[in-house]
């Protein structure tokens, strides 16, 4: 059985800037993958942010090279 620790891992992290309407900054959002390095570009604007944050582990994962070695 696994230490609670170990199913705590940090494999992905999704930051996402709200922005501020205010000073003139938009909302943005990035994705990083811990396994394999991965650093996303990073999206701006409200509905480029919605749709990449509903998405991007997933769309990661399946290309994820750290993901497919462990799948074998």
């Known amino acids: 059985m ?3 620790a170990a199913r705590r891992a ?3 992290a999704l930051f996402v800037d709200f922005g501020d309407r205010d000073r003139g900054r ?3 959002a990035r994705y990083e993958c811990v396994p394999c390095n991965y ?3 990073i999206v701006t604007g409200a509905a ?4 990449f944050t509903a ?4 769309t ?3 290309v994820c090279p750290s ?3 462990n799948d074998q």
């Open 2 to 4: 696994r230490s609670p």
């Open 10 to 12: 940090v494999v992905g």
């Open 26 to 28: 938009p909302p943005r």
């Open 39 to 41: 650093r996303s570009d």
């Open 48 to 51: 480029a942010v919605a749709a």
């Open 55 to 58: 998405t991007a582990s997933d």
């Open 60 to 62: 990661h994962r399946s």
């Open 67 to 69: 993901r497919q070695e």
